[in-house]
């Protein structure tokens, strides 16, 4: 089982969307979240930060967001923190490829500020059966 869900690593390029999706999961959901700009970043410091989660962009330049997965997942000391896609490229195929990486979800961007933390705490609700 799980333990609950209190801190959130977020992972975009676009500075307006990583501050608002911040804002948004500590303000309305109460969460801990720490903000990264890149896929490099991320694999760089996860170990550090050790989130419960990782929200993390599909579109990123040099480092995309299906990379730092695959790196994430053949990493075994990170290979177990769950890993949300946040993207608008959400067509049925696309989603499949997301999950079949090791996405345990897709959220779609853009997406509801007010909505985002009970989205994401429904898809962890989800993870401890």
């Known amino acids: 089982m799980r333990s609950a ?10 500075p307006d969307i990583l501050e608002v999706a911040q804002i ?7 969460l801990t979240v720490t903000g990264l700009d890149s896929g490099a970043r991320c694999l760089a410091e996860v170990a550090t ?10 579109m990123m330049p040099v480092m995309d967001g ?21 993207t608008a490229r959400v067509q049925e195929v696309e989603v499949e490829q997301y999950l079949a990486l090791g996405a345990v979800a ?5 997406f509801d500020p007010m909505a985002l933390a009970d989205q994401i705490k429904g898809i962890w ?3 401890e059966r």
């Not at 869900?5 to 676009?14: A, E, G, P, R, T």
């Not at 299906?66 to 946040?86: E, H, Q, R, S």
């Open 24 to 30: 948004s999961l500590e303000l309305v959901g109460g």
């Open 49 to 58: 930060i050790r989130p419960d989660l990782i929200l993390l962009d599909v």
């Open 66 to 86: 299906p990379a730092t997965l695959t790196a994430l997942k053949a990493d075994p000391a990170l290979n177990t923190i769950p890993v949300i896609f946040m």
């Open 125 to 127: 609700a989800g993870l």
């Open 106 to 110: 897709v959220i779609p961007k853009p």
């Open 5 to 14: 869900l209190n801190h959130v690593l977020c992972v975009d390029d676009d």
